[in-house]
């Protein structure tokens, strides 16, 4: 499959009218090929941070896993699981604001 980039936020003006900002009203779609240890940290605090995000790999153990338990990430700060997508299949993304390959 292929992924496909979304069309750049809409240009709003600041506070006081003068200067054109890109802002999204919203969480942005995030696509992140390959979810290994790396990965799967990047995947893990976009999703944590309110993204809508896909994890793309390979491995099918690891990428059914995420789906039915979640993607779980220890670290000296803190420990957490994230709900997120995902796939065995880059075609079943749709259109990303960010893909981090």
Not at 32 to 53: I, P, T, W
Request: a neutral charge.
């Amino acid at each position: 499959g292929k992924l496909v980039v979304a069309p750049p936020a809409q240009l709003i003006s600041d506070s006081n009218g003068s200067a054109a900002k890109r802002r999204r009203l919203d969480g942005a779609t995030i696509a992140v090929l390959g979810c290994g240890a790396m990965g799967s940290v990047y995947a893990a605090f976009f999703a944590d941070a309110g993204n809508e995000v896909w994890a793309v790999d390979v491995w099918k153990e690891h990428v059914e896993a995420m789906k039915t338990q979640g993607l779980r990430v220890q670290g000296p700060k803190r420990d957490f699981t994230v709900k997120l997508n995902a796939t065995l299949d880059a075609g079943d993304v749709p259109p990303c604001d960010l893909v981090i390959i």
